[in-house]
T-cell receptor, first 109, second 116 residues
């Protein structure tokens, strides 16, 4: 399987804390994307980092990419209860997206 | 801007029955994708269309699954006959183009299928 892996599988934090999720993938990539999925809703695109980029920021999100280690991390700063969701990384080689199994984040107030 | 529309949202059928899902992508999006998401896993691509042509259907179980995108807009995904292991959420997504390397995909709310 080409499916990547997220780590940890589940994460519980308090509001205001930072959350870090890691992702490993198996193939060479054009880009790596992070998506969020709330309970009962579809996937929402969060951020895309290209294979020639090492770090990218968007609001409270910070993504890093290490192509030599085939890994990426997503940092959510100053978390809120509304950040409670499942987070997936997806690597794109060609036109297809290959999703990992996801990290379930719970943020309690 | 309207998002990706899918129907029905929920479907319960018995094994060996047939079922069809419908997807209307974002207007102007050339590429349409169908994904299967089993509980506790990430989405898995079933089929990708570029306009009304198939780009990738390597993971589509063609003995029971079929999909079409007539006129390069709406798409239907059919399962006939359904098996218990087909219970999953079926997600439709669209993007502006499939040939470019950096395309954001926009997902619909999904159809949750339960096969009894």
């Amino acid at each position: 399987s080409q499916q990547g892996e997220e780590d940890p599988q589940a994460l519980s934090i308090q509001e205001g804390e930072n959350a870090t999720m890691n992702c490993s993938y198996k193939t060479s990539i054009n880009n790596l994307q992070w998506y969020r999925q709330n309970s009962g809703r579809g996937l929402v695109h969060l951020i895309l980092i290209r294979s020639n980029e090492r770090e990218k920021h968007s609001g409270r999100l910070r993504v890093t990419l290490d192509t030599s280690k085939k890994s990426s991390s997503l940092l959510i700063t100053a978390s809120r209860a509304a950040d409670t969701a499942s987070y997936f990384c997806a690597n794109q080689a060609g036109t297809a997206l290959i999703f990992g199994k996801g990290t379930t984040l719970s943020v309690s107030s | 801007e309207a998002g990706v529309a899918q129907s029905p949202r929920y479907k319960i059928i018995e094994k060996r029955q047939s079922v069809a899902f419908w997807c209307n992508p974002i207007s102007g999006h050339a590429t349409l994708y169908w994904y299967q998401q089993i509980l506790g896993q990430g989405p898995k691509l079933l089929i990708q269309f570029q306009n009304n042509g198939v780009v990738d259907d390597s993971q589509l179980p063609k003995d029971r699954f079929s999909a079409e995108r007539l006129k390069g807009v709406d798409s239907t995904l059919k399962i006939q006959p359904a098996k218990l292991e087909d219970s999953a959420v079926y997600l439709c997504a669209s993007s502006l183009g499939g040939s470019a390397m950096h395309n954001e995909q926009f997902f619909g709310p999904g159809t949750r299928l339960t096969v009894l």
